[in-house]
């Protein structure tokens, strides 16, 4: 399997639940960055968390990193309608400027 | 300030055919990257660039695929005598410095239909 992998690859939710989703890796990264995407759409970007780091928040979003298990995890909180998309993460291994990208969890926010 | 911009947007081709992919990374970014995406598949890598060079095409095609970026203008992707399975939607990504460290933003993509 590749290195960051998303889990579950769908999930579907009322709008107001909390929806988590996790990453896992292979190999020693520096960074690991999260990005949604909308259906048919460009990437955008979330968060960007390092490796000496074990969270971050930005907003409704909240992800952490343990490196130790090589996973990572986006939570949102109070999801909406409009946080349905695909979210993907992406890592760098050390050494290296390539980052490799999951196959993505598809998230659906149900009104 | 304007964000990376790609265009076309879409792009039909008939096989056979070549296909022109350009991609204007934002003010002031000088690492340029190219990232392929398949349907229900995440981004796979396919080429580096900084300005004039290529710094890693270890996800390129051998064949067929190339790359630049001059020192004036867009990044060009460019894929000669296509095929249905170069069908895919097509992603330039920039970053002002090294991208060990700094966040890749990307562009909205090309979505390349092959007939």
């Known amino acids: 399997s590749q290195q960051g992998e998303e889990d579950p690859q769908a999930l579907s939710i009322q709008e107001g639940e909390n929806a988590t989703m996790n990453c896992s890796y292979k190999t020693s990264i520096n960074n690991l960055q999260w990005y949604r995407q909308n259906s048919g759409r460009g990437l955008v970007h979330l968060i960007l968390i390092r490796s000496n780091e074990r969270e971050k928040h930005s907003g409704r979003l909240r992800v952490t990193l343990d490196t130790s298990k090589k996973s990572s995890s986006l939570l949102i909180t109070a999801s909406r309608a409009a946080d349905t998309a695909s979210y993907f993460c992406?890592?760098?291994?050390?050494?290296?400027?390539?980052?490799?990208f999951g196959t993505g969890t598809r998230l659906k926010v149900l009104a | 300030n304007a964000g990376v911009m790609q265009n076309p947007r879409h792009l039909v081709r008939r096989r056979g055919q070549e296909a022109r992919l350009r991609c204007s990374p934002m003010k002031g970014h000088s690492h340029v990257y190219w990232y392929r995406q398949l349907p229900e598949e995440g981004l796979k890598f396919m080429v580096y660039l900084q300005k004039e060079n290529i710094i890693d095409e270890s996800g390129m095609p051998k064949e067929r695929f190339s790359a630049e970026f001059p020192k004036e203008g867009p990044s060009i992707l460019r894929i000669q005598q296509v095929v249905r399975g170069d069908s895919a939607a097509y992603f330039c990504?920039?970053?002002?410095?090294?991208?060990?460290?700094?966040?890749?933003?990307f562009g909205p993509g090309t979505r390349l239909t092959v007939l």
């Open positions: 992406a890592t760098d291994r050390s050494g290296t400027y390539k980052y490799i």
């Open positions: 990504a920039s970053s002002p410095g090294h991208p060990s460290t700094d966040t890749q933003y």
